[in-house]
């Protein structure tokens, strides 16, 4: 790709990286497999926070009704406000097993969240 189509670049710390980032809005969300979030301005690319947040993490977010969903490898998942500054709105557990591990993204759909282990298969939501 050549410098007159790429609208920015910014470099990033060198770690392991598994999901994918984000867009809502104007926000570009990332984090990586130790739970360093950044949020960047999609526009522009500058960073506007980043946060170290417990957990490992491998699935890619999600975006439900405005905020971000995402779930770490034991079974907690964390509702982010896309904004400026970080605004955690929720952390939730589920599953309590030894052994067991949340991999794969969550997802969203009919007021309800689904979420897959190696063990189980979960739905959150109204009945």
């Given at each position: 790709m050549s410098e007159t189509h790429r609208a920015w670049h910014t470099p990033r710390p060198k770690v392991r990286d598994v999901s994918s980032p984000i867009v809502v809005g104007d926000y570009l969300f990332a984090i990586d497999m130790k739970g360093?979030?950044?949020t960047y301005d999609s526009r522009s690319g500058k960073v506007l926070w980043s946060e170290k947040i417990p957990g490992a993490f491998t699935a890619s977010p999600v975006e439900s009704g405005g905020l971000i969903y995402i779930n770490t490898e034991s079974g907690e998942t964390l509702v982010i406000r896309p904004g400026p500054k970080f605004d955690l709105v929720a952390r939730n557990s589920i599953?309590?097993?030894t052994g067991e591990l949340f991999r794969a993204s969550i997802t969203p759909i009919g007021g309800r969240i689904y979420l897959r282990s190696n063990r189980a298969l979960y739905c959150v939501g109204a009945k």
């Open positions: 360093n979030a950044v599953g309590d097993r």
